[in-house]
């Protein structure tokens, strides 16, 4: 069968490295992509918030299962857009509804969700311009550090956590004065967790689900995790501390019952949950929803998932997950991220890259590429290449894959000398 996936980064390269493997693929478009899916399938230049463009490609390619990689077209309503249409009934579609994508897309329809349905999560209180003055008094009595959530997508810059109370209260006011635009017209405030983070991936039907290979990521761009956050500067899976115990606990507290709630709200979900979570004295909470699979997570996690990804796929689309099973590579994986000198602040694009083809023992995919009018490899984005490794340990996928980024180069390349150091 033809297949479209939606998006351009990382996590859409190594997607695409999966699904090309199966023998159910004929043809792979994807829209836009980048240098590195343009060597698995075929690139196309639109926006995947373009629906009728999407849906014109669509049908002259005779495409018959749609894949949403990023979060903003399925927030936007592009699975509702091609559920609603009688000529693309027959597409099977992975990604939810917009109304389901508001797990992601709204910080505060998420706690109220996890309000209703029992999911642990850290104690919270919305605000909006209406209500700035309660929201200064209420955090006139908070002890640091204060986390202030914008409610909305904000390219991950929504979150912002600060040691004092007036800095606190500053940020809450010009979050509400319109900081992040229309994101942050509601703001939530929460109680700060304190322990560490891993990312779990749940592909569901709406009523069955099966849990992928875990990962952790590092979002800070400096050593030590310190300096701004990043899209992800590398991840391993399967972590450590995540053991039997933890998962089942993640289960039974949260996995279950988000099903329960997408069901008992009948949110149309057939795709990806990507569940940020927070381990604190051993007990799991939940720091976040994702309605898609995360960036640089997916890159360790598709490297350990043998299963055929097609069939996964149409299996998720078709209702029938409960008779799937997951084959999960024995072996670790470890990313590490290669990033434009600069990132997460302003960068320069356009720089050529070398040494990727000198790369044996690690995947290399693309994020910010491009191929330039020389036929050059070139950066084209903050993210530039994830480097990607199998090890018995995780130790041992993380040194082939800085002895494979130390290949490759540019001006200015820089990546995270510590991933996995913490654990
Ligand atoms: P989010 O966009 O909600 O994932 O938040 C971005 C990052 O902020 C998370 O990965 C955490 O590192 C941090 N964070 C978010 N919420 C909390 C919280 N309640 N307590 C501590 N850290 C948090
Ligand atoms: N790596 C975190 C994310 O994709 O949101």
Request: net charge negative; charged share 20%.
């Amino acid at each position: 069968m033809n297949i479209l996936l939606l998006g351009s980064g990382g996590r859409e390269h190594a997607i695409a490295w999966r699904l090309t493997q199966s023998p159910l693929c004929q043809q792979l478009f994807v829209v836009p992509g980048n240098a590195g899916t343009a060597s698995l399938a075929t690139n196309i230049s639109l926006n995947p918030n373009d629906f009728p463009a999407l849906k014109e490609l669509v049908l002259n390619q005779k495409i018959s299962l749609v894949i949403c990689g990023p979060e903003e077209p399925l927030v936007n309503g592009v699975q509702d857009y091609f559920k609603q249409d009688s000529e693309l009934a027959g597409v099977r579609f992975i990604g939810p509804s917009a109304e389901a994508a508001r797990l992601e897309g709204s910080k505060a329809y998420a706690k109220e969700f996890m309000a209703e349905f029992n999911i642990p999560t850290a104690g919270y209180r919305r605000f909006t311009a209406a209500t700035l003055d309660e929201g200064l008094a209420y955090l006139e009595n908070r002890r640091p550090p204060i986390v202030l959530k914008a409610d909305g997508l904000a390219a991950g810059k929504g979150v912002v956590i600060l040691n004092d109370v007036g800095e606190a209260q500053e940020e809450l006011r010009a979050m509400l004065e319109g900081k992040f635009g229309a994101a942050s017209n509601e703001v939530v405030v929460e109680d700060f967790l304190d322990g560490i983070e891993f990312s779990v991936f749940v592909l569901t039907d709406g009523k069955n689900y099966r849990i992928l290979p875990v990962a952790k990521d590092y979002k800070r761009i400096g050593v030590g995790d310190t300096g701004p956050n990043t899209g992800g500067m590398g991840s391993i899976s399967h972590p450590p501390f995540v053991d039997p115990d933890m998962m089942a606990r993640v289960e039974q507290q949260i996995i279950m019952p988000t099903l329960e709630g997408i069901q008992a709200r009948e949110l149309d979900y057939k795709g990806f949950i990507f569940i940020g979570l927070i381990s604190v004295n051993n007990d799991p909470y939940v720091i976040e929803y994702n309605c898609r699979m995360g960036d640089p997570e997916t890159q360790s996690v598709m490297a350990r998932l043998n299963n055929d990804f097609v069939q996964l796929c149409l299996e998720t689309a078709d209702g029938q997950l409960d008779t799937a099973v997951i084959d999960m590579d024995e072996r670790q994986a470890a990313t590490v991220v290669l990033v434009s000198g600069g990132y997460p602040g302003a960068y320069e694009k356009g720089k050529v890259i070398t040494g990727v083809e000198q790369v044996t023992d690690s995947m290399v995919f693309h994020a910010g590429t491009k191929t330039n009018e020389a036929g050059e490899l070139v950066t084209n984005g903050g993210r530039v290449l994830a480097v990607t490794s199998y090890g018995e340990t995780f130790q041992e996928a993380l040194k082939k894959s800085y002895a494979s980024a130390k290949l490759i180069s540019w001006e200015g390349v820089n990546y995270r000398p510590d991933i996995g150091f913490d654990l």
